[in-house]
């Protein structure tokens, strides 16, 4: 391996203590504790340790953790009214609706009855519109991640050539936009995009959203480009033991680390920033409902 690798993780813990530090202050000197409500609808596993992930980490920055548990026949119409409840209540900042919900409940519907000042996924359609103008808004966790590992690694993006492979309205549109606010020229490819590899192959900085196992090789990777992989994919691990399982990226990890300049790996990158990124905006939902500076360096 000869890309320089970044570390998610420790990165995360940096903004984890930026987002502490602030919290302290805004205790101390105006009295103001955020809040972050987390609602889950049903018993799915993984969004059900999500979820304490995210209330443990709510907690350890010093910020308010409100859950609530609706049952998996929830109505929309109480589902809706949870929501109202929390829009109105000025000690809650920022609403999550963990996703995916019950296939009898509207997720658009849903999520766009979030007061978008306190839609910290920055999923609601004001919040896309915002973003995709350049105007203040609420900006998608993981895009958010990936561009502070960005500007982290590099400084200023200004320039660079930027291949964000995935269209997604969570990852690879919010991506391509943010990436367009830092000066960069981008292409948004996907699965289907003609000669793939030569698009890749011209790209300073390449992020794989597209969801597909070890998708991208080595061999279109230009030599120094810096990569960052959003994909987490299960698959088969029989050298492990029967019904074991290994966690890989959208990228071949070795033959892309031997070509580029840096690389995210898979777990250990851009996972960790999402629930960071989810504080982050958390506080920043809070300074702004306050009337007061936003924390530098943890903003698009």
Known sequence: MTATLIDGKEFAARVRGQVAAHVT??????????????VLVGE????????????????EVGMKSVEHKLEADTSEADLLAV?????????????LVQLPLPGHLDE???????????????????????????????????????????????????????VVIGRSNIVGKP????????????????????????VVRGADIVVAAVGRPEMVPGDWIKPGATVIDVGINRLDAPEKGEGKT????????????????????????VGPMTIACLLAN??????????????????A
């Open 175 to 198: 991506m391509a936009q943010l990436l367009l606010g830092d000066s960069c020229t981008v292409t948004i490819a996907h699965s289907r995009t003609k000669d793939l590899a030569q």
């Open 108 to 162: 658009d519907l849903v999520i766009n009855s979030i007061d978008p000042a306190k839609d910290v996924d920055g999923f609601h359609i004001s919040n896309v519109g915002l973003l995709g103008t350049g105007q203040k808004s609420m900006v998608p966790c993981t895009p958010l991640g990936c561009l502070m590992m960005l500007r982290d690694y590099h400084g200023s993006l200004s320039g660079m050539n930027a």
């Open 282 to 299: 958390t506080l920043t939902a809070c300074c702004r409902a306050s009337g007061l500076d936003e924390p530098e360096g943890l903003t």
């Open 25 to 38: 202050r805004l205790k101390a000197d105006h009295g103001i504790t955020p809040g972050l409500a987390v």
């Open 246 to 269: 290994r966690l890989v990226g959208d990228v071949d990890f070795d033959s892309c680390a031997a070509v580029a300049g840096a690389i995210t790996p898979v777990p250990g990158g």
């Open 83 to 95: 929501i109202a409840q929390l829009n109105a209540d000025p000690e809650i900042h920022g609403i």
């Open 44 to 59: 799915d596993p993984a969004s059900q340790v999500y979820v304490r992930s995210k209330g443990k980490q709510t907690v």
